[in-house]
């Protein structure tokens, strides 16, 4: 690909790196659609109508009704404030909308009332690691699998845990422990390839996304993680191909387009990577990545003032974007316009400076020079 030299020296910007992990498991999420050795017909009136509710809330939950769902289990908890199974399916009501505190607390009461829930610790692991508290997540994992030791999707979660707080040769452990106790569980080979990616084991990765595929060959996360790792293998041709298998399951999925497009833009191909990020743009107009990658094409392609308002536009969704900066600085120098050329690329150097990027501040200041001169 040819570039500029001096925008070829320091300011590249590949995209949205993050390998996507796989989703917590629609096992471990499972409601609870009855309550074990209960006969309705043989309950109280009271105990007969908060089941009632209890139903009626899973199937409002089943239909996608989060809401309705809990305005049901509302009502049966008035009925019987001792009903675990309604606090936890509650709970996982309220996860599904993101109020993962809520969530924790309606765990909380259903483990008062049965402290032998291992689903409930399990999901309340899952609440707690989705608001951050990893550790406290893998404490419950712990119980969870004191009470349920032959459970792989509780391996699975505690292992997501590890793998948050940066500990892959635990993470990849439970990864192993719940592919033995069930070697099916496509999410799982997709976790542990990215945990394997993190500690530079590519071929196990690949060997990992590829038996994911081969179980599942819809799984577009598994196509994109893949991409990611050919491409930071050198094999641009194959990332294009597993984004673009990606692309054909999930048409909306933002991050393909972008990688796509930094991948073309790699190659060369400029008005394919231009299209990519169009793409990206229309799926998700507040991506900051996509308009200084577009920036970056439009620049390559002589188009400064195009590539000037792209990066403009990222720092305005963006401002601590050194790289735009940079970028921008150029173009305005490409341009004739030294004011503003020396202006951003200060700025870039004293933001990547402050990211501990001392050698990018430095070249920062090394193109004013060049410019100068």
Same mark, same amino acid.
């Not at 409601?31 to 139903?55: C, G, K, Q």
């Given at each position: 690909?040819? =570039?500029?030299?001096?925008?070829?020296?320091?300011?590249?910007?590949?995209?949205?790196?993050?390998?996507?992990?796989?989703?917590?498991?629609?096992?471990?999420?499972?409601? =609870?659609?009855?309550?074990?050795?209960?006969?309705?017909?043989?309950?109280?009136?009271?105990?007969?109508?908060?089941?009632?509710?209890?139903?009626?809330?899973?199937?409002?939950?089943g239909k996608g009704d989060k809401r309705g769902a809990i305005e049901n289990f509302n009502q049966a908890l008035k009925l019987?404030?001792?009903?675990?199974?309604?606090?936890?399916?509650?709970?996982?009501?309220?996860?599904?909308?993101?109020?993962?505190?809520?969530?924790?607390?309606?765990?909380?009461?259903?483990l008062l009332i049965n402290p032998g829930y291992a689903a409930a610790y399990n999901n309340r692991g899952n609440a707690r690691?989705?608001?951050?508290?990893?550790?406290?997540?893998?404490?419950?994992?712990?119980?969870?699998?004191?009470?349920?030791?032959?459970?792989?999707?509780?391996?699975?979660?505690?292992?997501?845990?590890?793998?948050?707080?940066?500990?892959?040769?635990?993470?990849?452990?439970?990864?192993?422990?719940?592919?033995?106790?069930?070697?099916?569980? =496509?999410?799982?080979?997709?976790?542990?390839?990215?945990?394997?990616?993190?500690?530079?084991?590519?071929?196990?990765?690949?060997?990992?996304?590829?038996?994911?595929?081969?179980?599942?060959?819809?799984?577009?996360?598994?196509?994109?993680?893949?991409?990611?790792?050919?491409? $930071?293998?050198?094999?641009?041709?194959?990332?294009?191909?597993?984004?673009?298998?990606?692309?054909?399951?999930?048409?909306?999925?933002?991050?393909?387009?972008?990688?796509?497009?930094?991948?073309?833009?790699?190659?060369?191909?400029?008005?394919?990577?231009?299209?990519?990020?169009?793409?990206?743009?229309?799926?998700?107009?507040?991506?900051?990545?996509?308009?200084?990658?577009?920036?970056?094409?439009?620049?390559?392609?002589?188009?400064?003032?195009?590539?000037?308002?792209?990066?403009?536009?990222?720092?305005?969704?963006?401002?601590?974007?050194?790289?735009?900066?940079?970028?921008?600085?150029?173009?305005?120098?490409?341009?004739?316009?030294?004011?503003?050329?020396?202006?951003?690329?200060?700025?870039?150097?004293?933001?990547?400076?402050?990211?501990?990027?001392? $050698?990018?501040?430095?070249?920062?200041? $090394?193109?004013?020079?060049?410019?100068?001169?």
């Amino acid at each position: 690909m040819k =570039v500029s030299k001096i925008l070829g020296l320091i300011f590249i910007l590949g995209g949205i790196f993050g390998f996507s992990q796989a989703p917590v498991s629609a096992i471990s999420q499972r409601l =609870v659609r009855s309550v074990d050795n209960v006969e309705s017909d043989t309950l109280p009136t009271i105990s007969r109508n908060a089941f009632f509710y209890f139903l009626r809330g899973n199937e409002r939950y089943g239909k996608g009704d989060k809401r309705g769902a809990i305005e049901n289990f509302n009502q049966a908890l008035k009925l019987k404030p001792d009903f675990a199974e309604v606090y936890y399916n509650r709970g996982l009501a309220r996860a599904e909308l993101g109020d993962n505190l809520g969530a924790v607390e309606d765990f909380n009461e259903a483990l008062l009332i049965n402290p032998g829930y291992a689903a409930a610790y399990n999901n309340r692991g899952n609440a707690r690691r989705e608001s951050g508290d990893a550790r406290g997540a893998i404490a419950d994992y712990n119980r969870a699998l004191r009470i349920s030791p032959k459970d792989a999707e509780i391996y699975n979660n505690r292992g997501r845990a590890h793998y948050s707080l940066g500990k892959m040769q635990a993470a990849i452990s439970d990864y192993n422990q719940a592919l033995q106790l069930n070697p099916k569980l =496509v999410e799982v080979y997709v976790n542990r390839a990215n945990a394997r990616v993190d500690l530079q084991d590519m071929k196990g990765a690949m060997s990992d996304y590829n038996q994911a595929l081969q179980l599942n060959p819809k799984d577009y996360q598994a196509y994109y993680n893949r991409g990611l790792t050919r491409r $930071e293998l050198g094999d641009m041709q194959g990332a294009v191909a597993d984004y673009t298998q990606a692309l054909q399951v999930n048409p909306d999925y933002v991050d393909a387009y972008n990688n796509r497009g930094t991948t073309h833009l790699q190659m060369g191909n400029k008005p394919a990577a231009i299209a990519d990020f169009n793409q990206a743009l229309l799926l998700n107009p507040n991506l900051a990545e996509a308009y200084y990658n577009r920036g970056r094409a439009r620049a390559d392609m002589g188009n400064k003032k195009g590539a000037i308002q792209d990066y403009s536009r990222a720092l305005k969704i963006n401002p601590e974007l050194a790289q735009a900066y940079g970028n921008r600085g150029v173009a305005h120098f490409q341009l004739g316009d030294r004011n503003n050329g020396t202006a951003d690329l200060q700025k870039a150097a004293q933001m990547f400076k402050q990211q501990g990027l001392p $050698e990018f501040s430095q070249r920062a200041l $090394e193109i004013i020079k060049k410019f100068d001169n």
